[in-house]
């Protein structure tokens, strides 16, 4: 009883994350490629509205290609990440395309965005598009 009547404050309450709290984007990321070229694929989470993502906290990313995109890492830990202290987390990884025509990469990430008084466990999915040429 005591669990429901927590999680009922806690949904009740203001302050909770929504998915207009935090943008996932691909800046930096090649958008266009020639066929058997490499290019790179940028993936950052930014918070919005006072919250900041915690940086103590499991943060993971998977990510699936088309088939014309062969990638060199598909999964990433926070140990993973450019700067595992940054404000705003961000992957990076490198990618070869091998079919022309429109590719795309999914990405499932799963962090947690804080305030000063809560943390909330996010998940987010996004595609990031790439042209092969």
Known sequence: MNTLLLLAL??????LA???????????TSAK???GAQGTLVLSVLALN????SQETPFTVKLAPTAGLKLAAEQFARK????????????KTTFTASAKGAQTVKADVVF????DKLCQRMTA?????????
Do not use: H, N, R, W
């Open 33 to 35: 490629v020639k066929a």
């Open 125 to 133: 999915k996004t595609d990031v598009a790439i042209t092969v040429e």
């Open 18 to 28: 929504t998915d207009k709290d935090y943008k996932l984007v691909s800046d930096g």
């Open 50 to 53: 006072g919250f900041k993502v």
């Open 10 to 15: 806690i949904t009740a309450g203001d302050g």
């Open 80 to 91: 993973d990440l450019v700067d595992p202290k940054a404000k705003d987390p961000q992957v």
């Open 112 to 115: 947690f965005l804080c305030t």
